[in-house]
């Protein structure tokens, strides 16, 4: 802060530039809480998607739990049978994270236009993390479901019980 008001001291002959530390430190304060804001709402949002990827891998298991029993009663391992919705929630992950990112991307060009007349640029840095974020959501949120899994045994679930 004190440099920039020096700056301006020398760009402007004659001006005498004083900072008000206040109003600086009072910003600083509000910016603080915003971002603490945010982190929260991000923290709530990323649980709110487990909760949701748990509920639908669990009505997923409830609806293929013949199929279940049938690939069990086969011969199939239990990891194997595991690592088969592991692999249907990572690929929604996947696929979830980037109609996401693009969805984001376009929302954030649509702000950027509508409140400072300019298209916000694409950090392309981001799309990386975004979709390793959304594939270890969706992991998280199969953990339970798949647990369940292991308790479905072949012979009740084919007879109806």
């Given at each position: 802060?004190?440099?920039?008001?020096?700056?301006?001291?020398?760009?402007?002959?004659?001006?005498?530039?004083?900072p008000?530390?206040?109003?600086?430190?009072?910003?600083?304060?509000?910016?603080?809480?915003?971002?603490?804001?945010?982190?929260?709402?991000t923290?709530?949002?990323?649980?709110?998607?487990?909760?949701?990827?748990?509920?639908?891998?669990?009505?997923?298991i409830?609806?293929?739990?013949?199929?279940?029993?049938?690939?069990?009663?086969?011969g199939?391992r239990?990891?194997?049978?595991?690592?088969?919705?592991?692999?249907?929630?990572?690929?929604?992950?996947l696929?979830g994270?980037?109609?996401?990112?693009?969805?984001?991307?376009?929302?954030?060009?649509?702000?950027?236009?509508?409140?400072?007349?300019?298209?916000?640029?694409?950090?392309?840095?981001?799309m990386?993390?975004?979709?390793?974020?959304?594939?270890?959501?969706?992991?998280?949120?199969t953990?339970?479901?798949?647990?369940?899994?292991?308790?479905?045994?072949?012979?009740?679930?084919?007879?109806?019980?």
């Amino acid at each position: 802060m004190s440099s920039i008001a020096h700056q301006l001291e020398e760009a402007i002959s004659g001006a005498e530039v004083r900072p008000v530390w206040q109003v600086a430190a009072s910003e600083g304060v509000v910016i603080d809480k915003i971002q603490l804001l945010m982190a929260v709402v991000t923290v709530a949002a990323l649980v709110a998607s487990a909760m949701g990827i748990a509920s639908l891998m669990t009505s997923t298991i409830m609806e293929r739990a013949k199929e279940i029993g049938l690939m069990k009663a086969l011969g199939a391992r239990q990891w194997q049978i595991m690592l088969l919705f592991y692999l249907e929630a990572a690929s929604s992950g996947l696929a979830g994270g980037a109609l996401g990112c693009i969805a984001g991307w376009g929302l954030a060009k649509a702000i950027g236009v509508m409140l400072f007349d300019a298209p916000l640029n694409f950090a392309w840095i981001v799309m990386p993390y975004v979709l390793v974020i959304a594939v270890l959501i969706a992991l998280i949120g199969t953990w339970f479901p798949a647990r369940r899994i292991a308790r479905l045994y072949p012979v009740e679930v084919l007879y109806g019980r």
